[in-house]
């Protein structure tokens, strides 16, 4: 993220990029150590706005979820499993994929118990999904297409699991999920969203795409 990072703190927005690790951590101690930072850095006097990859999208929405009372801008979620993702069932279930895998891919399952609870943002919200799903040095798209059944997605996340059903906008970009961060064009996506509330019409998705 330290790319989209730079670009925005060149738009005079004070930026704070977080990480976290996910291969032995769950989600809650995750959302824990986030919340600290975060709740320590912001300014009660500012609108906070928020800009997550993969299971980053979802530990916003569990930020949003404990903290109504602060004062929020928009969310851009980027390639997030928001309905889970089959390609985590699939890993799970691999008779020796399941020991490599992040401790937070149970959680990420279609209908785990984590995203069934979760509310969706209540804040305005866009979405960047990518729809190209292969990439040789990422072994998770190897195992993509059985997977998901050779949907529409990005490798990793199916595109239709990436949309909430209270979204503001949607578009669809030609990228992979492990690489889309570092895209300049996602980059200014993000950026005009964040300053105008919408993406701009250059990656409008067709119909089916958001039906799918």
């Not at 996506?189 to 964040?194: A, G, L, N, S, Y």
């Not at 105008?196 to 067709?206: E, L, S, V």
Request: with cysteine; hydrophobic share 40%.
């Amino acid at each position: 993220m330290a790319k989209l990072a730079r670009h925005l703190s060149q738009r005079n927005l004070r930026i704070l990029n977080i990480g976290y690790k996910a291969v032995l951590n769950n989600y809650q101690q995750i959302l824990d150590k986030i919340e600290l930072q975060v709740s320590q850095w912001l300014d009660p006097n500012l609108p906070v706005h928020f800009v997550g990859h993969s299971f980053g999208g979802i530990l916003i929405r569990g930020l949003l979820a404990r903290h109504k009372s602060w004062d929020i801008g928009r969310c851009v979620m980027l390639g997030t499993p928001n309905q889970g993702t089959n390609t985590a069932t699939f890993m799970l279930s691999h008779r020796w994929l399941k020991y490599f895998v992040p401790k937070v891919t149970a959680d990420l399952t279609p209908k785990s118990q984590l995203l069934e609870n979760l509310p969706e943002p209540e804040i305005e919200t866009g979405i960047i999904a990518g729809n190209v799903k292969f990439s040789l040095v990422i072994p998770v798209s190897w195992y993509y297409k059985k997977a998901t059944g050779d949907a529409p997605g990005d490798g990793v996340v199916e595109l239709s699991n990436t949309q909430c059903s209270n979204m503001t906008d949607f578009i669809v970009m030609p990228l992979h999920h492990s690489f889309m961060t570092w895209d300049s064009d996602l980059i200014e996506q993000v950026t005009h969203f964040i300053e105008f509330g919408r993406f701009t019409d250059k990656y409008k998705p067709i119909m089916s795409e958001r039906l799918e």
